[in-house]
């Protein structure tokens, strides 16, 4: 609170106590956190972690020269005369809805039978101004990747469980999926979903590789629900970190499911890996500040659109 220009990175030594400060530390405005390492080979740790801290670093002088960049282009047309509104170029108008009948969606999206949200650096907070808006009667199952290492999956759960409407749980085998109820991939394992039956879809969890470095990913979610719900109605959210985790599993969601992609807007996130990459690839529908995702799951799920 007394520097809100410094970023904060946290150092965590796992373990029960050492995951329940890291996520106490995310909610406060921490950037990210690095776990001690625990390997014998002290070169290989400290390659570890400086390749990690490149990472966050670079992302920190691209924040920083983001925000100059912005606050000189607003200061400028503050001081420009209000220009001309340009004609609407009726052409282009058809082209681009032209393109979206292309990716196979339908005129409106109506709905949602799940919503599937994927985070990772800055990912904690943004869950929680999510949650924290939504009502206990979304109506639809809500399955979430967050990159975080076990135990510290289990913690966000919890915490997120007691500031939410709706019931925020960490996956387990067999949970059954249900509306109104959250279930957040616990970390080191792939959470994926499977049909039991005519009527019932279930929680399963893999051991299996890592993908894209991290574990949970969403990409091996993303890809078993558009097996179990081919022809469904999906919402997904693609929320800040880094990488490109989630871009694959949308772009089979859309193939096989009707699917409506959010991504979180570049000047909300703390880290733009995640969405960029989806909205790069042309797989987002709409891009939307992180103060409104839930407004617009709220529209989408209740309204209709």
């Known amino acids: 609170e007394r520097y809100p220009e410094k970023t904060v990175i946290m150092i965590s030594s796992g373990g029960t106590d050492g995951a329940e400060l890291t996520v106490k530390a995310l909610e406060m405005g921490a950037m990210d956190f690095i776990l001690k390492p625990t390997e014998n080979d002290m070169e290989k740790n400290m390659q570890r972690i400086r390749g990690y801290l490149h990472i966050l670093f670079a992302q920190i002088l691209t924040n920083r020269y983001s925000r100059e960049f912005r606050g000189r282009i607003e ?24 393109s979206k009948q292309i990716k196979g969606h339908k005129d409106k999206f109506d ?17 929680e101004k999510i949650f924290n808006k939504l009502p206990s009667d979304i109506g639809v199952p809500i399955l979430v990747v967050q990159h975080m290492p076990p135990t510290f999956t289990k913690m966000l759960s919890q915490t997120l469980d007691k500031k939410s409407r709706v019931t925020v749980e960490e996956g387990e085998v067999g949970a059954k999926l249900e509306s109104n109820r959250v279930f957040l991939a616990p970390g080191g394992y792939h959470m994926v979903v499977k049909r039991k ?14 993908v894209h470095g991290v574990k949970p990913a969403a990409d091996v979610l993303f890809s078993s629900v558009a097996r179990a719900y081919r022809g469904k109605d999906v919402l997904v959210i693609v929320l800040t970190g880094m990488g490109n985790d989630g871009a694959d599993g949308v772009r089979e969601l859309k193939t096989h499911c009707n699917c409506h992609c959010i991504t979180q807007s570049e000047e909300s996130c703390v880290v733009y890996g995640m969405p960029k990459t989806v909205y790069e690839a042309g797989l987002s ?10 407004g617009r799951i709220i529209d989408i799920v209740l309204g209709g659109g």
């Open 75 to 98: 200061a400028t047309a503050a001081t420009r005369p209000p220009m001309r509104q340009r004609p609407k170029n009726k052409k282009r108008d058809r082209e681009n809805n032209a």
């Open 197 to 210: 039956g005519c009527m019932d879809v279930i929680i399963d969890l893999e051991d299996t590789p890592h």
């Open 285 to 294: 529908d709409e891009v939307v500040h992180i103060d409104k995702i839930a």
């Open 111 to 127: 709905g949602a039978d799940i919503i599937l949200i994927a985070s990772s650096t800055g990912g904690p907070v943004a869950l």
